[in-house]
């Protein structure tokens, strides 16, 4: 599978470097390739030394006083055989400047090349802003919906991940976030009422209606991802997505906000309320971001149709996101009504990071 590949090898010298005498041993390597030079030089500051091939491919030789030796290469060619090619440089690269520097490199690094441009993208970030490349070998599932894009890739250690807009949501692996969401095994949902917001991938609804309950309603808008989630991530749904009304539950392809408006006008009253809609925004200027105003209407109407002994559960973010996750609490206290609130983390697979879950329930009234 052909795709760009960027390449890298750094260098941490013990000891201020002589540029000069590093780029002239090791610009023989590149020469040997056939490589074009042009070299740029600033008083102080090291060199650069710039190296194109006739196919396109290129490397840069950056080149540190103070001891910082940097190699990054581009190419664009079959995967296996790019690999090679640069393989071999890059070895040729790091044998010669031990040579030069007989043991006196406190540090080399050499990080997997980044593959872009291909056919699969295997790259994805954390909430917290750090790059994770996934063992991603096949797109299942791609299409864009009225709402947002919904891509189903195949992870070999997480099996079907569904992401939306960019965003990891939920993998096979991960039955951690579905118990996490609904209380982590410590509640008994025999014969109650339970709401769904969101949830489209079905996981929730799926292990919630093995427990008896009396009726569960999800609310999902995107009726495209239940589509791609019944035919590719049974793992996840089983067969709960195949209708939309079964013995105890039914979904409804809505906009969750009206709903929840009626069923607070009707007075209709649940045992429990999931918010599977979206994680807690890492901005965290609420006043101008229109996510965390989202947030608190859907918290309010929550609390609405919420019984007075009922529980609301939803996931936070990162526990890294200690700023958004604080300013997701301080909302809390703003609602219409008085809440308490506990949270857990859990380790879920396929996000690569620990996540924090909420548990919020009204704050009974002092007799």
């Known amino acids: 599978m052909a795709a760009a590949r960027h390449s890298t090898l750094d260098f941490l010298l013990g000891a201020t470097a002589d540029c ?6 090791l610009q023989p390597i590149f020469q040997e390739q056939g490589m074009t030079e042009t070299v740029h030089n600033w008083e102080d500051h090291g060199y650069l030394a710039t190296y194109i091939k006739k196919n396109g491919s290129f490397a840069n ?16 060619s079959d995967y296996t055989k790019g690999r090679e090619e640069v393989d071999q440089l890059l070895n040729k690269v790091e044998e010669k400047m031990k040579d030069l520097f007989h043991g006196n490199i406190k540090r080399v690094k050499r990080l997997p090349a980044i593959l872009r441009g291909g056919v699969i ?6 909430a917290d802003g750090r790059l994770v490349e996934y063992d991603i070998d096949e797109v299942v599932y791609d299409e864009d919906s009225p709402f947002q894009n919904i891509k189903i890739l195949h992870s070999k250690q997480f099996g079907n991940i ?9 993998a096979e692996s991960d039955l ?14 025999t014969g109650k009422e339970v709401l769904i ?3 489209g991938d079905g996981g929730i609804l799926y292990e919630i209606v093995k427990l008896k309950p009396k009726m569960v309603t999800m609310v999902e808008i995107d009726q495209m991802v239940i589509d791609g989630c019944k035919k590719y991530m049974r793992k996840t749904c089983g067969d709960v997505l195949d209708n939309l009304n079964g013995e105890c539950y039914q979904v409804l392809i809505e906009d969750c906000i009206p709903v929840l408006k009626r069923y607070a006008k009707e007075g209709r009253m649940f045992d429990y309320v999931i918010n599977d809609l979206t994680a807690v925004p890492i901005s965290t200027s609420p006043e101008e971001d229109s996510t965390w105003e989202f947030l608190r209407l859907i918290l309010d109407l929550s609390m609405k149709v919420l019984k007075q002994d009922g529980k609301y559960f ?3 973010n990162c526990i890294n996101l200690t700023d958004a996750l604080t300013l997701y609490e301080e909302q809390l206290s ?3 009504c008085p809440v308490e609130f506990s949270k857990e983390t859990v380790c879920v697979p396929s996000y690569m990071e620990l996540w924090v879950f909420y548990t919020i329930w009204k704050k009974q009234a002092d007799i």
Request: neutral net charge.
């Open 20 to 25: 000069n005498a590093v780029l002239k041993a």
């Open 61 to 76: 030789l950056r080149i540190h006083p103070h001891g910082v030796v940097l190699v990054d290469l581009q190419s664009y």
């Open 121 to 126: 993208d295997r790259y994805w970030p954390t």
């Open 162 to 170: 569904l992401i939306l807009s960019g965003d990891v949501n939920l």
């Open 176 to 189: 951690a976030y579905t118990q996490a969401i609904m209380g982590s095994g410590k509640e008994d949902y």
């Open 197 to 199: 917001l969101g949830g």
């Open 314 to 316: 939803t996931q936070g």
């Open 334 to 336: 703003r609602l219409y």
